[in-house]
């Protein structure tokens, strides 16, 4: 019987014996790691039932591969938790037996309700946040037994990319409440309530009017050279005209444009249904656009009847052009807002041309609404300045 930190150099170093063999962690003490004989390891916890004297049980944690050596040492200090509240993790493993795990829940809550109910870029979002986020310990799980003190500690283990960490537990929490309304957890149960989220940094970038016309220059500079497709950069010229999301551009259809009212009619979109305003530039673009036979996109793709998928490699050796490297597509649709706000729009109305649902979404331009007060302040304190400073006939005043 060896005695060592379990950590994954100790498990890589067990050879198999003759018999079963067994390394016991020398920091916390009943977890262990078993090695067959034909090479397979196992993490467990052995633990007594009734004190002191009572009978020694073992309780597999899982095997090594579909567990890592930290993941296993988390779920041993669970099970050994159990054992310190009086409780025995194999008889509460057997009476979970026949109730249902996370994983097999969370899968048929993605096909149920995401799949069913959301629309399709949403379910894919939350697929892949499932496959990338929820841990196999987590998935193994009695659902009803999961715990807030797990739900935490797998959204602080994701500290270092909050913004991911936070839309797991945004999913988490879904679940939690469809596992509440199917019967599966007691009402008002949330495992996810009360877990804080990371603070996110917003990531906010304007053109500035230089920045614009360098990008313009880019463009007509790859129209010229012939290294983006006509389709690329006309994407780009009405993502900049339009201030509309990626998305609404990339998969628009000829359907959808209305050129006698100057509007784009979306069916679908983030927010709905929705309509987006044409101005003389946008509609130009579109009108210069080719339609290609039996391609209901706007956008048309490399493959027959697609619209075009990725505007990333385009759109990055514009920037390179335009020196412009640290701007993303995304920004367009900033510098649409931020246009307008310097215009005098009313955060209102810009949040009517960008189809935001919420007003605190559009508050972020706020502090960009001040540039025309500022201009008008200026121009009258200039005019009041000019006008104290020029030559006037002053009377004395006599005794």
Known sequence: MAVARISKRTVDAARAQTGDSYVWDRELSGFGLKVTPAGRKVYLVQYRVGGR????????????????????????????????????????RQEGKGRPALGTLLDQFLVDHAEAKLKASTAGEYRRLARLYVPATLRRKVVAEVLRSD??????????????????????????????????????????????????????????????????????????????????????????????????????????????????????????????????????????????????????????????VNLQKPWRRIRKVADLEDVRIHDLRHSFASVAAASGQSLYVIGSLLGHSQPQTTSRYAHLSADPLRAANDAVGDRIDNTMRSPAIVTPLGR
């Open 53 to 92: 004297k009572g009978r020694t049980r073992r309780v597999t944690v899982g095997p090594h591969g579909t567990l890592t050596a930290d993941e296993a040492r988390v779920e041993a200090k669970r099970l050994l938790g159990q054992v310190a509240a009086g409780l025995d993790p194999a008889a509460v």
């Open 151 to 308: 739900v935490a500690r797998l959204h602080l283990a994701m500290k270092d990319k909050p913004y991911q960490a936070n839309r797991t537990l945004a999913l988490l929490s879904k679940f939690f409440n469809w596992c509440e309304k199917h019967g599966n957890r007691s009402d008002g149960s949330n495992p996810c309530r009360h877990v804080g989220k990371f603070r996110e940094r917003r990531h906010e970038r304007f053109l500035s009017a230089q920045e614009l016309a360098r990008l313009g220059a880019g463009v007509v500079d790859a129209e010229q050279r012939g290294t983006a497709s006509p389709f690329a950069i006309g994407a780009i010229r009405l993502l900049a005209f339009t201030g509309a999301r990626l998305s609404e551009i990339l998969t628009l259809r000829w359907a959808h444009v209305d050129f006698d009212n100057a509007c784009l009619r979306l069916p679908v979109s983030k927010t709905g249904q929705k309509s987006i305003y044409l101005n003389a530039p946008a509609l130009a673009v579109l009108r210069s656009l080719p339609r290609l036979e039996g391609n209901p996109w706007v956008i048309p793709g490399e493959h027959v009847g697609a619209h075009l």
